[in-house]
């Protein structure tokens, strides 16, 4: 007769601990290849960020180019990098958060 085995042993628990390592390299990988992009006035300014806070591309309307419009465009650009801040901050959270859930399954099961 075999020895009974436990519900999640340690056996299961290494082989649950690679595949979240997996998992965890393909989400690190994704994001880190992940742009997001803020916008403000309209459409007049946008920026995109990289994940690491990169600036990656910046467009400007022309209209905004007028020296008298300049306290607009600084508004604009500032908005516009706090959207794309934002934008980021949830791409990574949703990458994130079902491999935070995982983990706490999985530590759930560590045996005592």
Known sequence: MQPQQE???LEAFAQQTR???ERMQH???RLLAAEATG?????LVSITLTARGEVRQVFVDPSLADPA????L???LAE???RANEAMRRLTDDGIR??????AWLTDRLPN
């Open 39 to 43: 916008t403000a006035g309209d459409g």
């Open 7 to 9: 519900p999640f042993g």
């Open 19 to 21: 595949e979240m390592q």
């Open 69 to 72: 419009r300049l306290g607009t």
């Open 80 to 82: 516009a990098f706090t």
């Open 27 to 29: 989400v690190q990988d």
């Open 74 to 76: 600084e508004e604009l």
């Open 98 to 103: 079902p491999l935070m859930q995982d983990l």
